[in-house]
């Protein structure tokens, strides 16, 4: 099985890994897209199902901006 780290695209608030996207519609649906072919999962857990029969293993990662932003700096 193969790691891949899909990193959030916070203005599309789409997880994006090479070819594969993943995009929350309405309702915690998901829409799994792989070379341009669309499948909607009843929830994340179906998209990453989905993702592991393929032989995939996913790990989800925010922007560094993200990852550097601390709430209580605000305070």
């Known amino acids: 099985m193969k790691t891949v780290v899909f990193y959030l695209q916070p203005k599309e608030n789409i997880w994006v890994y090479n070819n594969i996207q993943l ?7 998901w829409v799994l897209t792989i070379n ?10 179906d998209a990453i199902s989905e993702l ?24």
């Open 23 to 29: 995009q929350e519609i309405e309702n915690q649906e």
């Open 36 to 45: 341009h072919e669309r499948q909607i999962c009843e929830s994340i857990y």
């Open 52 to 75: 592991t029969k393929r032989g995939l293993n996913p790990t989800f990662r925010s922007t560094e901006e993200m990852d550097n932003f601390n709430p209580m700096d605000k305070c």
